[in-house]
């Protein structure tokens, strides 16, 4: 066995091969260290305590254990992990109805109203009030949101981070803006 400088020197890649290879514990204590932060705080945007926040991050590094075979290695094991964390974040959320208060943005927008729904418009928008109408969304509308402004993934990384085609990213992108902005706008 490696000393422990050398496993910290190992690339994710290489310590997920050896992880699957041999099921070793103590490198995927590695791994998690290595990831533990992001996965938390991906998973504080979902949930709707620290609490929750802290059993998510614990379900789905129990879950990446079992799940590291299908890591394939085409991407860098960061993307892939993140990706991994939105799509159980989101089936969570989605499988215990956390959708709050979907009636204000089921409607379209009537023709007479006239709202800039452009990126400019939601750089302008309150953070707090912001939050508030990101809660309201469904997942998939939140999480593409978040991926593109919060974690400043390109139209690219999205597309390879959802197996998705940019252009699909990009409407997908356009109406969750509008969702959002529709949401923002009613808040009281």
Request: charged share 30%.
């Amino acid at each position: 066995m490696k000393s422990a400088d050398d496993i910290a020197l190992l690339s994710d890649n290489e310590l997920v091969k050896r992880i699957v290879k041999t099921n070793n514990t103590h490198l995927f204590a590695v791994l998690y260290d290595r990831h533990v932060s992001m996965v938390y705080n991906k998973c504080y945007g979902f949930a709707s305590s620290k609490e929750e926040a802290q059993d998510l991050t614990h379900d789905i590094f129990i879950k990446l254990f079992v799940k590291l075979r299908t890591f394939k290695g085409t991407a860098k094991f960061s993307t892939w992990l993140y990706s991994f964390t939105y799509n159980f974040c989101v089936n969570y959320v989605t499988r215990n109805n956390y959708k709050k208060n979907e009636k204000n943005f089921e409607g379209e927008l009537s023709a007479t109203e006239e709202h800039d729904t452009s990126e400019e418009a939601l750089f302008e928008m309150k953070a707090d009030k912001l939050q508030k109408a990101l809660d309201q969304l469904e997942p998939d509308d939140k999480m593409i949101l978040l991926m593109k402004y919060q974690d400043d993934f390109s139209i690219k990384e999205i597309s390879e981070s959802l197996e998705i085609g940019e252009s699909a990213v990009k409407m997908r992108l356009k109406r969750a803006r509008e969702k959002v902005i529709n949401v923002y706008n009613n808040l009281k």
